[in-house]
T-cell receptor, first 116, second 115 residues
Framework: NAGVTQTPKFQVLKTGQSMTLQCAQD?????MYWYRQDPGMGLRLIYY???????DKGEVPNGYNVSRLNKREFSLRLESAAPSQTSVYFC???????????????FGPGTRLTVL | RKEVEQDPGPFNVPEGATVAFNCTYS??????FFWYRQDCRKEPKLLMS???SGNEDGRFTAQLNRASQYISLLIRDSKLSDSATYLC????????????????FGKGTKLSVIP
């Protein structure tokens, strides 16, 4: 049981390049999330998906797109990377989702992205 | 006032010590609370949930004071393996649109347990 997996673990991009961060979970969770974590700041939600085919913007969605292809996978795309997107990106999943009082989230190991 | 505030630390304590972290939240509508642990360069992992006045799990005790809007985490008999950053997380109902619960993460408090 791998839980939540993310690829790649590390990535360096040049300004203007594009890339897709991949996330998959094997816990049969309905809800999935993408966060970014920057030094001196709490985790901030980029996008949220309550179920396959549905996505909602979080606190900091600008510059990102997401795709929930199926129940297992939730990808995050940077179309034109900027230095301000240098961060650690975490994917998470939960059974209950944002409609629940008790939403325990399980995180993947993270992707460390540097944009030069 | 920030939504979720934590003392960033670091807290440097000797093995065996008792240490307490506080977390304050600004939205009185917040309804459930969590402590997550994050090791250096790793992902956050759930440590404890707090739905009523408190919760205890072995050496860890979380307490909630709704009137003063703060949550605390007490660690007794600190171990070297407790060294990590502890994130306070608050779950709040947001009524916009259909409404949903939304998590807000604190910046974390760093703990170093020293031999």
């Amino acid at each position: 049981n791998a839980g939540v997996t993310q690829t790649p673990k590390f990535q360096v991009l040049k300004t203007g390049q594009s890339m897709t961060l991949q996330c998959a979970q094997d816990m049969n969770h309905n809800s999935m999330y993408w966060y970014r974590q920057d030094p001196g700041m709490g985790l901030r939600l980029i996008y949220y998906s309550a179920s396959e085919g549905t996505t909602d913007k979080g606190e900091v969605p600008n510059g990102y797109n997401v795709s929930r292809l199926n129940k297992r996978e939730f990808s995050l795309r940077l179309e034109s990377a900027a230095p301000s997107q240098t961060s650690v990106y975490f994917c998470a999943s939960s059974e209950a989702g944002r409609g629940a009082l008790t939403d325990t989230q399980y995180f993947g190991p993270g992707t460390r992205l540097t944009v030069l | 006032r920030k939504e979720v505030e934590q003392d960033p630390g670091p807290f440097n304590v000797p093995e065996g010590a008792t240490v307490a972290f506080n977390c304050t939240y600004s939205n009185s509508a917040s309804q459930s609370f969590f402590w997550y642990r994050q090791d250096c360069r790793k992902e956050p992992k759930l440590l404890m949930s707090v739905y009523s006045s408190g919760n205890e799990d072995g050496r860890f005790t979380a307490q909630l004071n709704r009137a003063s809007q703060y949550i605390s985490l007490l660690i007794r008999d600190s171990k070297l393996s407790d060294s990590a950053t502890y994130l306070c997380v608050v779950n709040t109902w947001v009524a916009s649109g259909a409404g949903s619960y939304q998590l807000t993460f604190g910046k974390g408090t760093k703990l170093s347990v020293i031999p």
